[in-house]
């Protein structure tokens, strides 16, 4: 089993910043892309940024500029900086990873329990 903790949400005034951390325990043989994805009441759950093992990097055109994804392959972490936020980020932001437990063959998507961020005007 694969599990997925995160943390550094909260309550920000707009132009502020936020840091999102996610660690992955359990059986972990590896990880291949890690990545933040985020969900408002009622919508569907939209990519924000995703990050492969190698570093390589993809951001939603809405957070180019602003959010900065990066990971810890030793520690099994991917963070989110979120700088220069506005109303409209706020959402649930949930991580994810794509990872092949010990024992297993295959990759399994998993995903973190959410984390509130928002941001007042």
């Known amino acids: 089993q694969v599990q997925l903790v995160e943390s550094g949400g909260g309550l920000v005034q707009a132009g502020g910043s936020l840091r999102l951390s996610c660690t992955a325990s359990g059986s972990i043989f590896s990880i291949n892309v890690m990545g933040w994805y985020r969900q408002a009441p009622g919508k569907q759950r939209e990519l924000v940024a995703i990050?492969?093992?190698?570093?390589?990097?993809n951001y939603a055109d809405s957070v180019k500029g602003r959010f900065t994804i990066s990971r810890d392959n030793a520690k099994n972490t991917v963070y989110l900086q979120m700088s220069s936020l506005k109303p409209g980020d706020t959402d649930v932001y949930y991580c994810n990873a794509v990872a092949r437990p010990y024992g297993s063959t295959y990759y399994t998507n998993i995903w973190g329990q959410g984390t509130q961020v928002t941001i007042s005007s």
């Open positions: 990050i492969a093992s190698d570093g390589g990097t």
